[in-house]
Structures are given as structure tokens and as C-alpha cells.
């Protein structure tokens, strides 16, 4: 597209992270897609991980390679937009993976001591697929093969890459204190192809890639969340979103790639569909109840918390203190 660099895409960040929730209540008024995912899967899920904040003890490793995954995504993009060659911007993002993945003692202030002898290289546990190896394996791999790319990042006019992007905007949904619901979120990249602007989503999997894979974006609120923000807060005008995937396997990794596009009318229908869970929200939170939903609790291999919730009441707390612990997932936290 001619005009790419001429977009104006204002950053909107949320340093200090500040409560999601109306003060003295368990009522959300910034909600991310993670948080609305839940709610629409499971009121109890959705209590148990955004009120009550407890994860799997396992989970960290996914969220942490997706994240390194996405950090040498950004990397490569602004070595580029520096005027780097592929080989040089392969280079700084094998340094930066290198960097990711030293885990390093913190001196009494919690910094990170740099001294060369000092730390030692991220072995995760919880998934031994997902590894520093692994990592950067899929990091050169998905480079290599995507090197002559016709996808292109946006150029912010500022000259930045338009990569990791936070936003947040007011939804038009009205909240029982006469403001407005805001939907917050992350996006990995703002893209060109073929003269027309989409969101680009990186995503990694331990599964093998499949269209059913794919397919199940198409239904998926969090790209409409991501197609309505590209809109209304980059004021670009996208046609929906490219997911970029990467299959974690043992010894390999294989990369697919697929468009999920929305309509006009879908994301009308997706807003009406949110405004309509919001008050569902609401309705628990005035009740303080927050029901299970058991026909999720045996989707896509079980719910993490289907073991918990197959108890007692009285005896759940000790179940969760076992196999869970307590992380904050805050939608305004800037990642």
C-alpha cells in the first residue's frame, strides 16, 4: 500500500497497571480478550483465574516462550526498519534470545547481575518441548523460512516498526456507573500484504498444525477484538487478522499460516455479543455467584480446574494450594 508509512497509530500504554476491577467490587471495567474468553468458557474458571488469580504451576513455561517468541519477532522488525540485511537481523535476534534465556541472579534491588559467570540458561519445566533450544531453533527457522516475506510491517510514522503494540479504547458498552466498558489489549504487528493492512498474530502450539487449527479463529472474539482495535484505535483500516503459527514438536518445529477475516456486520455482531457478556458479568459480581458451566469442563483435553471443582466444596482451597499458585493477569498491565 502506497500510504503504509503515512497511517497515524498512537500508542496508548498503561504504565503504572492500575486494578481492572471498579474499586471494592469483583467487577472488571477493562477487559482484555483472555478475561472475556473466560468468562464466556466458565463463570467459575473465570473467578478462579482473573478474582482469585490462581494459574496451573505449569502454565508459566507457555506464557514465557510465547513471549520470547514474540520478543525476537520485534527485534527482527526494528534491526530491519534500521536498515539491517536478513543475516544482521538474524544476528541480534539470536542475541537477544541468547540474553532471554541466561536466567541471571538479582542483586538486593532486583536487578539482574550482568557479570558473564554468573547464571545459567533457562530449563523450564512443565512441557519439555519448550526449551532455550527449542526456542531458538524456532526462532531461526521461522527467519530462514520467511526471510523473502511479502508481509511487511507498518512503518509508524516516527519511523518505528508498528510492533507490540498496547491499546485501549472505550468500547461503547455502557457500565452500571455511567461510564463505558474499556477493551484493552497487545498487538504483535500491523502488517501490509499484497496493498491491504492487517493485524499479524504470532502463535505457538505443541500440536501438529491443522486446518481445524486455523478454523478456529474464524470464531475466535479475541481477533475481532483485534480487527475492531486496529480500526478505532491505529485508525488503520484492517481487514482482519494473519496468524502466523509455529508447531513446537520434539526436534523440529513446523510453521503455518492462515486469514481470518471479518465483515462489517461480524464485528457489529461481535460488539452486540461482548455488550451482552459484560452484563452477565455484572449480574455475577452483584451476586457474588459465579457458576460452573460443566459442559466445558472435558473441552480441548479439560479445563485445568476440572480437578478442583470434582471436589468438595470444602476441601477445593487445599487442592488449589497445591497444584495451583496465585499470578496476576492484569489486562491494563503493558507487556
Excluded at 196 to 218: A, H, I, N, R, W
Aim: aromatic content about 12%; hydrophobic content about 35%.
Amino acid at each position: 500500500m502506497s500510504d503504509v508509512g503515512l497511517y497515524t497509530i498512537p500508542v496508548v500504554k498503561a504504565p503504572d497497571a492500575p486494578s481492572p476491577f471498579f474499586k471494592g467490587t469483583t467487577l472488571q471495567y477493562a477487559w482484555d480478550s483472555t478475561s472475556v474468553n473466560l468468562l464466556m468458557e466458565c463463570a467459575r474458571k473465570y473467578y478462579l483465574t482473573m478474582i482469585e488469580n490462581w494459574r496451573k504451576k505449569d502454565q508459566s513455561v507457555h506464557l514465557t516462550f510465547g513471549g520470547h517468541f514474540a520478543t525476537a519477532m520485534e527485534v527482527y522488525a526494528h534491526a530491519k526498519a534500521r536498515g539491517a540485511d536478513h543475516e544482521e537481523a538474524l544476528d541480534a535476534v539470536v542475541e537477544a534470545v541468547l540474553e532471554l534465556t541466561w536466567v541471571r541472579p538479582l542483586d538486593p534491588d532486583g536487578n539482574k547481575i550482568m557479570a558473564l559467570d554468573n547464571g545459567h540458561p533457562w530449563t523450564p519445566d512443565g512441557d519439555p518441548k519448550k526449551n532455550r533450544d527449542s526456542l531458538l531453533r524456532t526462532c531461526i527457522w521461522y527467519f530462514e523460512e520467511y526471510k523473502d516475506d511479502q508481509v511487511k510491517t507498518i512503518i509508524l510514522p516516527d519511523g518505528r516498526p508498528a510492533t507490540e503494540l498496547t491499546f485501549k479504547f472505550e468500547s461503547g458498552i455502557p457500565d452500571p456507573y455511567g461510564g463505558f466498558y474499556l477493551l484493552t489489549g497487545h498487538l504483535d504487528r500491523l502488517v501490509d500484504y499484497a496493498g491491504e493492512p492487517f493485524v499479524m498474530d504470532q502463535k505457538t502450539t505443541g500440536q501438529y498444525l491443522s486446518p481445524y487449527f486455523f478454523k478456529q479463529f474464524d470464531m475466535s472474539s479475541q481477533m475481532s477484538q483485534y480487527t475492531t482495535a486496529g480500526k478505532i484505535v491505529y485508525n488503520v483500516p484492517v481487514k482482519g487478522v494473519i496468524i502466523d503459527a509455529a508447531a513446537i514438536l520434539v526436534g523440529s518445529t513446523t510453521f503455518g499460516r492462515s486469514i481470518t477475516m471479518r465483515t462489517p456486520g461480524q464485528l457489529k455482531e461481535w460488539h452486540a455479543n461482548i455488550g451482552q457478556w459484560l452484563q452477565m458479568a455484572e449480574i455475577h459480581a452483584a451476586s457474588g455467584n459465579y457458576p460452573m458451566n460443566l459442559t466445558s469442563c472435558t473441552n480441548y483435553g479439560g479445563c485445568v480446574f476440572a480437578g478442583i471443582c470434582n471436589k468438595d466444596p470444602s476441601v477445593r482451597g487445599n487442592y488449589l494450594e497445591t497444584d495451583f499458585e496465585k499470578r496476576v493477569w492484569n489486562p491494563l498491565a503493558v507487556r
